[in-house]
């Protein structure tokens, strides 16, 4: 069974600070992985999407990076803002439906 | 921009007591997915439709929990009886059709059973 991990749970950094955040699949058979933003109380936005044989795709400010065979991603934010606060939730598609990790919680404080 | 549609967004009931969720597809999306995140996790599906079929209902409860996609565009999310572990974000989506990987996810219906 697919499980998706994401680290840290909570984060807090200063505005302008670039910052990693993780996430981790244990099948590495997967078709595609996929990081979304969710505000409080408020549906997902799909932020970027990363085929299975692809390495990276690249959005403004954003960079999501896949390495499918240690079944790990990285979602890069460069220049935070304040307006970047959010939950980023890593999500894979595979022979299931999509598997969603837990989200990391993001404060960017002005 | 087109957008999904839920409704309502936020619902307060007494546990036992039925509930009802109405979800709308952005238009021409053949495919709609039902999803239930409790807060602190991910979201987790519920259930899957292509057109008016279902495609995967695995993870629905279906001893209360029921959906139904009558002519293939809104669906309709039910739950009889309401229990307390049901309070949850109730989220629905929608894809092109099933290979197209980019779901569209709509605000969501928060669900509190008291």
Redesign the interface.
């Known amino acids: 069974k697919q499980e998706?991990t994401q680290i840290p749970a909570a984060l807090s950094v200063p505005e302008g600070e670039n910052l990693v955040l993780n996430c981790s699949f244990t099948d590495s058979a997967i078709?595609?992985l996929?990081w979304?933003r969710q505000d409080p109380?408020?549906?997902?936005?799909?932020l970027l999407?990363i085929?299975s044989s692809q390495r990276e795709q690249t959005s403004g400010r954003l960079n999501a990076s896949l390495d499918k065979s240690s079944g790990r991603s990285t979602l890069y934010i460069a220049a935070s803002q304040p307006g970047d606060s959010a939950t980023y939730?890593c999500?894979v598609?595979g022979n299931t439906?999509?598997?969603?990790?837990?989200?990391t919680r993001l404060s960017v404080i002005a | 921009e087109a957008e999904?549609a839920q409704s309502p967004r936020y619902k307060i009931t007494e546990k036992s007591q039925a509930v009802a969720f109405w979800c709308d597809p952005i238009s021409g999306h053949a495919t709609l997915?039902w999803y239930r995140q409790i807060l602190?996790?991910?979201?987790?599906?519920l259930v899957?439709f292509q057109d008016e079929s279902v495609v995967?209902d695995s993870q629905l409860p279906k001893d209360r929990f029921s959906a139904e996609r009558l002519k293939g565009v809104d669906s309709t999310l039910k739950i009889q009886p309401a229990e307390l572990g049901d309070s949850a974000?109730y989220?629905c989506?929608s894809s092109f059709d099933q290979a197209e990987?980019?779901?569209?996810?709509?605000?969501?219906t928060?669900l509190l059973v008291l």
């Open positions: 998706v078709y595609n996929q979304f109380g408020k549906g997902l936005t799909s999407l085929q939730l999500a598609s439906p999509l598997v969603f990790g837990k989200g | 999904v997915y602190g996790q991910g979201p987790e599906l899957q995967d974000m989220l989506a990987e980019t779901q569209y996810f709509g605000p969501g928060r």
